[in-house]
């Protein structure tokens, strides 16, 4: 039994319990942003709004504050979205803590010091003194773990002896876990599928998006090359894996069969989907000022095309 820490109490913050529970860890959850998410974790019944289910009750939720990352815990989990990495790497910073750390999020973030494209467990590193983190990645919705439907993952590590540490502690008869050395390209995959996932949902016809789905994996075999990750992890849970679960359904698709009937971004989400997140536009922000001035037009030209109609609000060009 394992003393695990989440940090994060949305959708997959709170699935992820489930497995962890289940494979009899000491289960605490912390939520540090969001007052609907603490609302229902420090409840009696447990009943996660986003999720639409009642959490097991054996789950310990603690308010979040700088101690609770010097208690001792076995692993700590960190299941923010991108805009919460800076905040929990302030948090995190300097402490030196040994703990092993598990990456949930999917994001890149654009260091502009270095004008240089980073992923999480890199920035963590570099620049708030972070050590011991791993990355666990591939195509979970949050909700069909909660609800223990099967779902294949993939944790690495260079040092591989730790992501096979941290998989026999949270693997369950449904959720199931590979292992990598290659985090660079498991970060850079997990991440750009929420843009291509946009672009295959612009297609307005299973021709027209199979034709899409294949030219996205060709550009994200490019961009795996660029940033220096291995080429096979295209093909792995994180790549084609996690990409066709994106494309098939969720919100990133969603907002590209918006743009692929010639709306506008702005409109778009204005006109259908005022209140979500969508991931791949956060992800499009923050990487766009380096991707559309360093990589070539004829090397990604839907990434870039995807980028414009979002930074630009122009309207989205798929040929
Ligand atoms: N690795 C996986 O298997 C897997 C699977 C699904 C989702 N995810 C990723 O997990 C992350 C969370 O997804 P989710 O579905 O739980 O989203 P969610 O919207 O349900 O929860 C978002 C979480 O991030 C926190 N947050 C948001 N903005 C913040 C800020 N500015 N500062 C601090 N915290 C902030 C929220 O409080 C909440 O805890 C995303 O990056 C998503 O891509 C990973």
């Known amino acids: 039994m394992k003393n695990i820490l989440i940090i994060g109490g949305g959708a997959m913050g709170s699935a992820f319990t489930i497995p962890c529970l289940e494979n009899n860890n000491k289960v605490t959850i912390t939520e540090p942003y969001n007052k609907s998410f603490i609302k229902d974790l420090?409840?009696?019944?447990?009943?996660?709004?986003?999720?639409?289910?009642?959490?097991?009750?054996?789950?310990?939720?603690?308010?979040?504050s700088k101690n609770i990352l010097s208690e001792k815990f076995?692993?700590?989990?960190?299941?923010?979205?991108?805009?919460?990495?800076?905040?929990?790497?302030?948090?995190?910073?300097?402490?030196?803590?040994?703990?092993?750390?598990?990456?949930?999020?999917?994001?890149?973030?654009?260091?502009?010091?270095n004008n240089k494209i980073v992923t999480i467990p890199e920035l963590l590193n570099k620049k708030y003194n972070v050590i011991n983190v791993s990355t666990l990645k591939g195509p979970c919705l949050a909700?069909?773990?909660?609800?223990?439907?099967q779902t294949n993952v993939v944790i690495a590590n260079k040092k591989i002896k730790i992501a096979k540490w941290i998989g026999k502690?949270?693997?369950?008869?449904?959720?199931?876990?590979?292992?990598?050395?290659?985090?660079?390209?498991?970060e850079i995959c997990s991440a750009i599928k929420n843009i291509y996932s946009m672009i295959i949902g612009a297609g307005q016809s299973l021709n027209t998006s199979s034709g899409l789905f294949q030219k996205s994996v060709v550009e994200m075999k490019y961009l795996i090359k660029y940033f220096k990750g291995e080429e096979k992890t295209i093909y792995g849970l994180a790549g084609t894996g996690?990409?066709?679960?994106?494309?098939?359904?969720?919100?990133?698709?969603?907002?590209?069969s918006y743009l692929g009937k010639g709306y506008t971004f702005k409109t778009a989400k204005k006109k259908f989907m005022y209140r979500d997140t969508v991931e791949g536009e956060q992800l499009a922000r923050e990487i766009a000022p380096f991707i559309l001035k360093k990589i070539s037009k004829k090397r990604i030209p839907l990434m870039l095309n995807l980028l414009?109609?979002?930074?630009?609000?122009?309207?989205?060009?798929l040929t």
């Open 308 to 317: 414009r109609a979002i930074i630009k609000n122009k309207r989205l060009k």
């Open 242 to 256: 996690d990409l066709y679960v994106s494309a098939a359904g969720g919100r990133n698709s969603k907002m590209g």
């Open 143 to 149: 909700k069909e773990l909660a609800n223990k439907k």
């Open 42 to 64: 420090s409840s009696k019944r447990k009943y996660h709004s986003s999720l639409k289910l009642q959490l097991p009750r054996k789950l310990k939720f603690k308010i979040f």
């Open 169 to 186: 502690q949270i693997s369950t008869k449904y959720y199931l876990t590979e292992f990598s050395k290659d985090i660079i390209g498991i």
């Open 74 to 113: 076995d692993l700590i989990v960190i299941a923010l979205s991108l805009p919460g990495i800076d905040f929990i790497g302030r948090e995190l910073k300097d402490l030196r803590i040994k703990t092993p750390i598990l990456i949930l999020t999917k994001g890149l973030k654009y260091d502009k010091k």
